[in-house]
């Protein structure tokens, strides 16, 4: 039996369609459900870039009127997902969501009195103002005054309700450009030195370093995708205030130019196609350096000293950080890496040499600059997810170059996990990690070859659930040491024992390959609630497929929130204020469905058999 990949794609209010009737693995075949690829194949900058004309936005079923099933859509019972984050019903910390103030009611439950316009047992529901059909053809954004809404219409049809259309009347094209109509399209002719397609991009307009500082007007994406505004109800992070103020010290704000708020290479913007959101890098141009002075230098991203963040808190009972108490800890002092054979145009980077000490703590980000207010639940910061690798291969002693083919996760220097079905016999295997990004150069990039690979004894598929979906991947190196830590490569702890029902964690993944029209090079978050065995046990989910081996974890009502991963990606969950594996992508039904969650392998099952194997070639 073959099975297929499927990745989870559940977006905040947004219901996707899917795409597979049966249980799949998560890796064979992608879909590409959720987001889109980031850029097109080699050559792809020369051609012309593709803009959204007057026909396709007839056709985008986006603006399609709302109907009675948008309503069934957007609102659905929270109380099983309640109960299970809130077993103790307690108001320390606080469960109420955008300032509600939490009230004790009884032993064990609360009330929260929640302030306008907010509503629900956690005040997380706010009034659905960005319906289908409000704003025509044009994006619905939030505002902070009543209406609670604005409607930014796509040209040429006109405010305020972006349901009527004229061309070139009033002039859309700015700084004295001309507006040549085209049937019900239009272009505009610029003056010279500036670009756009509203000519609203001036000569001077560019980034310095990294567009930190980037306040320019450019809002289109490297192929030509219109950004997003940044107060858009289709990015903003559930549970956030949509309704406050979007000014801030990163250039964020009401508005759609691109900006790099969270320490990417360059600037950046959400778009959508479709019901899908995506981001991606911006057609923005880098400054020239002044000519007789030097290039500016910014230091090492590994030596950077940030903040680590943490979330909510988690059960107390959770992995030591120490390597001498780990089954999979690497010495202090490790010989230089041994580098990838890979060639040299790989769009990563290899293995750096080694620092004097290494992987003495886990499951401890540093991103460098999380973007927590207005983010939703797809993109990931530099450095926030440090032990996500990219499982690839190629045709055993071929020049067939690698392609990605599933998620891991390091727990060690020369050690990753990931599922059992995504080892095949008679294939050479790489890991990368320490990028964001699959379709670029990234000196942060880190390539170990995999020396051997081991699948759980015990592993097997059936046609309806795959058990003891785990496999075990050695790296290349020498006297213990592989990869090498910096800010972007770290490990993933081990749990220590079972996490409560309810509990939040991350899943990640790039959910992209050369087959999907709309897949995506950039590695994607989002949270997951872990579900009882007993619940996913029941018939109406998983029935008696489920067994010790894996458990559930998501939303059971479906297509509620946003989740990407690749199989034998991880599933981490906070224990001790460590990140810990709890889990690795295994299989699933379809994408978004009811009563169908993600099945995860349970990584609990398998520490002893962890331990045996690593501490075997140590």
């Keep these: 039996m073959k099975l297929k990949l499927l990745l989870f794609c559940l977006f905040l209010a947004v219901l996707l369609i899917p795409t597979e009737s049966k249980p799949k693995h998560k890796d064979k075949e992608k879909n590409g459900h959720g987001h889109g690829r980031g850029h097109g194949p080699p050559g792809h900058r ?127 094209c700015r700084n004295g450009g001309q507006c040549i109509p085209d049937g019900n399209d239009f272009d505009c002719q610029c003056p ?6 509203f000519c609203h991009v001036g000569p001077d307009d560019c980034y310095v370093g990294d567009g930190e500082t980037y306040r320019g007007n450019v809002s289109e994406t490297d192929d030509g995708n219109e950004c997003l505004y940044w107060n858009s109800h289709f990015i903003l992070e559930k549970g956030a205030n949509p309704f406050n103020s979007f000014e801030d010290e990163d250039g964020l704000g009401p508005h759609n130019f691109c900006r790099n708020p969270d320490g990417e290479p360059k600037p950046w913007c959400f778009f959508r196609k479709g019901r899908k959101l995506f981001w991606d890098y911006c057609d923005v141009t880098q400054c020239p350096q002044p000519t007789g002075e030097p290039p500016s230098v910014k230091p090492s991203p590994a030596t950077t000293q940030v903040p680590v963040t943490t979330k909510a808190p988690q059960p107390s009972k959770g992995p030591t950080a120490q390597p001498s108490q780990s089954p999979t800890a690497q010495p202090s002092q490790s010989p230089t890496a041994q580098p990838s054979k890979s060639p040299t145009a790989d769009p990563v980077g290899t293995t750096p040499a080694p620092s004097p000490k290494q992987f ?23 450095g926030a997810i440090p032990w996500q690798v990219s499982v690839q291969q190629k045709t055993k002693n071929s020049n067939m170059k690698y392609s990605p ?11 990753v996990l990931t599922a059992g079905h995504c080892i095949e016999q008679n294939k050479d295997m790489r890991v990368v990690m320490g990028t964001l990004a ?100 029941e018939p109406a989910v998983y029935g008696s497929a489920i067994d010790g081996s894996m458990f559930c974890a998501g939303y059971l009502q479906g297509g509620v929130d946003s989740c990407q991963g690749d199989s034998g990606g991880p599933l981490t969950c906070k224990q001790n204020d460590t990140s810990v594996v709890y889990g690795l992508v295994s299989w699933g039904d379809q994408c978004g469905k009811k009563n169908k969650p993600g099945v995860y392998a349970r990584v609990t099952n398998f520490l002893d058999w962890i331990k045996s194997k690593t501490q075997a070639f140590s």
Excluded: M
């Excluded at 910390?93 to 955008?98: R, V």
């Excluded at 703590?361 to 990931?380: D, E, N, S, W, Y």
């Excluded at 083919?405 to 050690?415: Q, Y």
């Design 46 to 172: 020369g051609r012309e870039k593709k803009r959204q004309r007057f026909e396709d936005l007839i056709k985008d079923s986006f603006f399609r009127e709302a109907t009675d099933d948008d309503e069934d859509e957007e609102t659905f019972n929270q109380d099983w997902l309640f109960e299970l984050q809130d077993p103790d019903g307690r108001c320390t910390p606080n469960p109420c969501l955008n300032n509600g103030v939490c009230k004790e009611k009884g032993r064990r439950g609360f009330k929260c009195d929640c302030p306008k316009p907010f509503k629900g047992r956690k005040c997380e529901r706010a009034p659905k103002v960005c319906r289908r059909g409000v704003c025509g053809r044009g994006e619905c954004v939030l505002t902070s005054t009543p209406p609670f809404y604005e409607c930014k219409c796509k040209y040429p049809f006109q405010p305020p309700d972006c349901k009527r259309y004229t061309v070139c009347q009033p002039n859309p």
């Design 192 to 197: 010279e030195g500036f670009r756009g397609r």
């Design 360 to 382: 003495e703590t886990c499951g401890l980000p540093q991103p460098k600059k999380a973007l927590t207010r207005i983010f939703g639940g797809l993109k990931v910061s530099p």
């Design 405 to 415: 083919v599933c998620g891991g996760v390091l727990i060690a220097s020369c050690w």
């Design 438 to 537: 699959l379709d670029r150069p990234d000196p942060s990039a880190q390539i170990v070859e995999v020396d051997t690979a081991i699948v759980h004894e015990n592993y097997r598929e059936t046609s309806s659930a795959v058990y003891n979906d785990i496999a075990l991947l050695r790296l290349r190196g020498a006297n213990g040491f592989c990869a090498n830590e910096t800010q972007f490569v770290k490990t993933a702890c081990l749990p220590s024992g079972q996490l409560t029902d309810g509990t939040e964690c991350t899943i990640s993944g790039w959910g992209a390959t050369e087959t999907s029209d709309y897949g995506t090079n950039h590695l994607l978050q989002a949270n997951v609630l872990l579900i009882s065995q007993a619940k996913c046990s």
